[in-house]
């Protein structure tokens, strides 16, 4: 069955089937969307926290990090009691469309990109924040410059949140129903296709999505590299 | 430029520095000795505004924009020297055309020339020094602060951080070192 999995993916993309082509490129739609919302409030936020002192701040650090390890089934029931008819966004009507399961994903990134910007700002040298205050930088150009001398720790980040949404199922299944040709991801289809006893097509699924997933982790891997050169240096 | 009266820091319930009385005039050159701990670098961090006294008055007419502190350890941004060098002009919002002969300047004056396109990663730790001291003195700050300036300094290059001093006699320059400084910087001096 293993080796029938391998040449069915194989066989999948070299036909480039659309079933799995249509899943592929929305669990990149999905997942990249709910990324970039995540890295768009989690880097400046993460950077206040890492910054600054106010009363909370432990609080919201400890929330942080517990959030990394929420189950994606929880923000799946969480997301769904929220989108369901009846629930309190259930007005926008936005239950089995992908943009729940947008949501539902950024409320999983955001933890990530939000703990792992305020630890790498907050691990920077103090003489970066000092010197570049010293040398007349407002509050802006001071961000921006914590923002770039910590960058291989934020770009981790971002690439660690990427990997989680693109092989979670428990918010695309809840919020998005694994609808075919709407809402359906890799990860959802790897489970259909298993249901219904498809299993070399689960593989081959599960194939590209280890595929996808290898590329990000290959990426992480080499900064994970340029940030112990850096250490070092 | 500086008037501090009753200064004292402590932190953690001791006393790290300890000093009744400090005058600096404009233009003014002083040197602040004392062995390792007694509060030099302190002291100058104080004027910088990085560190709040815990009692007395520090009194600075320059503006905490106009004020320019090199560590003892000097840090570099990511990037190479030319940004390094350029970072301070672009934050005071000076223009290209009056940034350019500054920064041309200290290159020739701190033999910099050979580092310009180098990454700040990749430099020695005298290497480091003399692009820190250009980039602070690219600014012409009213005030400037330098924390054991001629360590990892070669004689010669010693020299040059004298003369760049000299030819900017507006600036009120205070250093912090553990040893006298060469008797050609004629300097008078405080022991902490």
Request: aromatic share 6%; proline share 4%; glycine share 10%.
């Amino acid at each position: 069955m293993f080796a029938d999995g391998i040449r069915e993916a194989f066989r999948l993309l070299i036909d480039q089937d659309p079933v799995v082509m249509n899943a592929a490129g929305r669990t990149l739609f999905v997942s990249g969307s709910a990324v970039f919302l995540a890295a768009m409030v989690g880097i400046p936020l993460g950077t206040f926290v890492a910054t600054k002192r106010f009363v909370g701040r432990r609080l919201l650090i400890l929330l942080g990090r517990t959030g990394m390890a929420f189950p994606t089934a929880f923000i799946g029931i969480l997301g769904y009691s929220f989108f369901a008819r009846g629930g309190v966004l259930g007005g926008l009507e936005l239950i089995y469309t992908p943009w729940a399961i947008i949501l539902g994903e950024f409320l999983l990134a955001l933890p990530i990109t939000f703990s792992l910007t305020q630890g790498a700002v907050s691990a920077l040298d103090p003489r970066a924040s000092e010197t570049a205050r010293t040398l007349g930088a407002g509050k802006l150009r001071h961000a921006l410059t914590l923002l770039s001398e910590a960058r291989t720790g934020i770009l981790l980040g971002v690439l660690t949140a990427l990997a989680r949404c693109m092989t979670e199922l428990g918010v695309a299944v809840m919020v998005g129903g694994n609808i075919a040709g709407r809402t359906r991801t890799l990860a959802g289809s790897i489970v259909l296709e298993s249901s219904r006893g498809e299993y070399s097509r689960g593989l081959a699924m599960g194939f590209l999505l280890l595929l996808l997933s290898l590329g990000v982790t290959s990426i992480l891997v080499l900064l994970s590299f340029e940030r112990d050169r850096e250490a070092k240096s | 430029m500086i008037e501090i009266t009753g200064l004292r820091l402590t932190r953690n319930g001791h006393e790290i520095l300890k000093l009744d009385s400090f005058v600096l005039a404009r233009g003014q050159r002083f040197l602040i000795r004392g062995q390792n701990g007694s509060g030099k670098s302190t002291l100058l961090r104080v004027m910088a505004g990085l560190d709040v006294p815990s009692q007395g008055q520090v009194k600075i007419e320059a503006h905490q924009k106009a004020r320019v502190f090199v560590h003892q350890s000097p840090f570099l941004f990511r990037g190479d020297v030319r940004s390094n060098l350029s970072y301070g002009l672009k934050a005071h919002g000076i223009r290209a055309n009056e940034s350019q002969p500054r920064i041309d300047e200290a290159v020739e004056r701190f033999e910099l020339k050979d580092l310009l396109r180098r990454s700040s990663r990749t430099l020695s730790g005298g290497e480091i020094r003399r692009v820190a001291l250009a980039r602070a003195l690219v600014l012409r700050p009213e005030l400037l602060l330098l924390d054991e300036p001629l360590a990892d300094l070669d004689e010669a290059r010693a020299e040059a951080l004298r003369a760049a001093l000299d030819a900017l006699p507006d600036i009120s320059v205070v250093i912090a070192s553990p040893i006298c400084l060469p008797e050609t910087w004629d300097v008078p001096s405080l022991s902490l």
